[in-house]
Nanobody, 121 residues
Framework: VQLQASGGGLVQAGGSRRLSCASS????????LGWFRQAPGREREFVSA????????ASAESVRGRFTISRDNAKNMVYLQMNSLKPEDTASYYC???????????????WGQGTQVTVSS
């Protein structure tokens, strides 16, 4: 599965941003999808995951209530709507996929390239 993330940029604290991730693979709908992020000097961390049909989602406590993951299998897309952004959300965001839904314990098999989100205070 090839994943292409987009939508990053500079946003003020309190603002919103939507990240998108596209895949050209026809079996996209069979995969659990997720978002991870990595800030400079820190390890990559789980942000959010969604199962193959969108009925189950999981999010890290740090983003719960502010970020929403969704998917559109007809378009081979997964999204991360980020609201009430904080400076500590500044990171490179990566979309990811694996064959099984494990919620917050996601272990990606496939990774997209990162898209940078910078939140200014």
């Amino acid at each position: 599965v090839q994943l292409q993330a987009s939508g990053g940029g500079l946003v003020q604290a309190g603002g919103s941003r939507r990240l998108s991730c596209a895949s050209s693979k026809g079996t996209f709908g069979l995969y659990a999808l997720g978002w991870f992020r990595q800030a400079p000097g820190r390890e990559r961390e789980f942000v959010s995951a969604i199962d193959w049909n969108g009925r189950r989602t999981a999010s890290a406590e740090s983003v719960r209530g502010r970020f929403t993951i969704s998917r559109d299998n007809a378009k081979n897309m997964v999204y991360l709507q980020m609201n009430s952004l904080k400076p500590e959300d500044t990171a490179s965001y990566y979309c990811a996929a694996e064959s099984y839904y494990r919620g917050a314990s996601m272990v990606p098999t496939y990774w997209g390239q990162g898209t940078q989100v910078t939140v200014s205070s």
